[in-house]
């Protein structure tokens, strides 16, 4: 039976009807706006970076994006996203299917849970405010030029909340760091969790969530690692920890972002399809990450004005998902796209991984 989409809010906590002051919860779809071989924050001026990325939001969205000088905001004619205040940029990499003839296939993406219509899928995206009541007023919206990224495209232990590696992790709650949903039903949230690829076929896909730190610096808009200048709370996971604090190194609460893609992995559900030898998966990030704790994103501000701040100053507009903010049908959004830079095969079966990317599992 299909999910009502207030019982879906209920079950993901965003629609509490608490008097208190509970800064905004923003959940978007964003439409696909490109695919393509290039990264402004990792790889600047780079046309055909390492791996290949999906990514949504503002149309300026380009090679090079100076933190100084382009501001996605007034730069940008359209967006993907449905809160047209949004010219952000977000991306992750893109997944693959690796065949047992060793050749690879794209594996689709769908919209998520009542973003099912999104151009190729897209990102459903989610602002969280995530403290319990903080004080009106507390939480920074981000500065122009900010820009951040979450994850290790290199790493292959799970993590503890220190980066430390752990032999196993399993996540308990959908924020709880880098995680991957095997969907039961598309509406399967909380349960089904894994760190890393799972480990056999799911009937409606995989989602798959990223994260990002609610804390930072309070000074630098990047740093050169894009991640230490901003941090997980204290004694929480590296991912949603509500009642977690902000460390002293990081005392600015920002609003944490969290993206999610559905993938369709069910056109390679097939048991003859998946690896003879027992205990492996076919699925692979574009980044080659055949086991699947390499999953990252990145992130460009690029809000209108103070926008952001004024959403998440209201007192008012707990759980509405709106708060007030101009928003765009899907279909709208759908009509707004970037043309690809880097021409090349990505779809069909594939000799080998785009960007010649090699695998290791
Ligand atoms: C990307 O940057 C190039 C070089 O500055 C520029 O010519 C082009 O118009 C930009 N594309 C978009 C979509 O902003
Ligand atoms: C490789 O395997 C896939 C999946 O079984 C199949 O569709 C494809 O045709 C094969 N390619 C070659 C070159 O055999
Ligand atoms: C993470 O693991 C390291 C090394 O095992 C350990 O020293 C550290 O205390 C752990 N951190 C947490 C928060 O559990
Ligand atoms: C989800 O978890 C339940 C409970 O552990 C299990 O019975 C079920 O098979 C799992 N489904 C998938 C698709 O992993």
Redesign the pocket.
């Known amino acids: 039976m299909r999910m009502r989409y207030v019982d879906f809010l209920a079950m993901v906590g965003l629609a509490t009807a608490r008097r208190e002051y509970r800064p905004a919860s923003l959940k978007m779809s964003c439409s696909q706006l490109v695919r393509d071989r290039i990264d402004p924050l990792v790889n600047p001026g780079v046309l055909g970076t390492p791996h290949i990325h999906q990514i949504v939001g503002g149309n300026s969205f380009n090679t090079t994006m100076d933190p100084l000088t382009h501001d996605p905001a007034t730069l940008s004619t359209c967006t993907t996203c449905t809160f047209t205040d949004d010219f952000s940029n977000y991306w992750t990499a893109i997944m693959y299917f690796r065949a047992r003839n060793n050749t690879y296939h794209r594996v689709p993406q769908l919209g998520s849970l009542f973003h099912e219509s999104a151009r190729e899928g897209g990102m459903t995206i989610y602002y969280f405010p995530q403290f319990i009541n903080p004080k009106p007023g507390t939480i920074k919206a981000f500065a122009p030029g900010f820009r951040m990224r979450v994850g290790h495209p290199d790493r292959v232990h799970p993590?503890?909340?220190?980066?430390?590696?752990?032999p196993e992790h399993k996540p308990t709650a959908l924020y709880d760091g880098i995680t991957y949903t095997c969907l039961e039903t598309e509406g399967t949230r909380f349960t089904n969790l894994t760190s890393s690829f799972p480990p056999h076929p799911c009937p409606s896909g995989i989602l798959t969530t990223l994260p990002f730190p609610p804390c930072w610096d309070g000074k630098n808009l990047d740093s050169p690692d894009h991640q230490s200048h901003v941090s997980f709370a204290e004694g929480g996971t590296v991912g949603y920890t509500q009642g977690g604090k902000c460390p002293a190194s990081h005392p600015v609460m920002i609003p944490q972002i969290m993206l999610e893609t559905r993938w369709d992995t069910t056109l390679f559900n097939d048991p003859d399809l998946w690896p003879e030898e027992q205990g492996k998966q076919p699925f692979l990030w574009s980044f080659g990450d055949g086991v699947g704790y390499g999953h990252h994103g990145d992130y460009v501000f690029g809000w209108r004005g103070d926008s952001l701040q004024r959403t998440f100053d209201r007192v008012d507009c707990s759980g509405d998902q709106i708060c007030g903010l101009p928003v765009q049908t899907i279909e709208r959004a759908n009509g707004c796209f970037g043309e690809r830079r880097v021409v090349e095969g990505v779809d069909g079966w594939l000799g080998e991984m785009p960007g010649g990317v090699v695998v290791r599992d």
């Open positions: 993590v503890n909340e220190s980066g430390h590696p752990r």
